[in-house]
């Protein structure tokens, strides 16, 4: 899977290098989830990453991205992604949109 330049990282992510070492390799990390662009539904969305390198994803072209440790904040960084799309004259309701 691949990550965007500009990751989006929440602040209760630790050990920044390990973590992407991790995703880059398809290694689960525990308590980590990712923010995911699916190109081909134009549609972002909320894994972990053990639900994230499942067979049902492994195949599909996706691009992360946002990392956080937990659901919750996970959440937190897409609503920030949003307004920060919108305080950039972005379309905040277009997914794409989001992640440049």
Do not use: H, W
């Not at 980590?32 to 190109?39: D, G, P, R």
């Not at 390198?53 to 996706?62: A, D, S, V």
């Amino acid at each position: 899977m691949e990550l965007i330049d500009n990751l989006f990282v929440a602040d209760n992510v630790t050990n920044l290098e390990t973590v992407i070492y991790s995703l880059r390799r398809d290694i689960p990390v525990l308590r980590l989830y990712c923010i995911v662009y699916f190109a081909d539904r134009n549609r972002l969305e909320i894994l972990s990453s053990r639900e994230l390198f499942t067979p049902r994803y492994k195949g599909r072209q996706g691009v992360i991205a946002g990392i956080a440790m937990g659901r919750a904040e996970a959440v937190d960084m897409l609503l920030f992604m949003a307004q920060e799309a919108a305080a950039n004259g972005r379309n905040a309701g277009d997914p794409s949109q989001l992640i440049l």
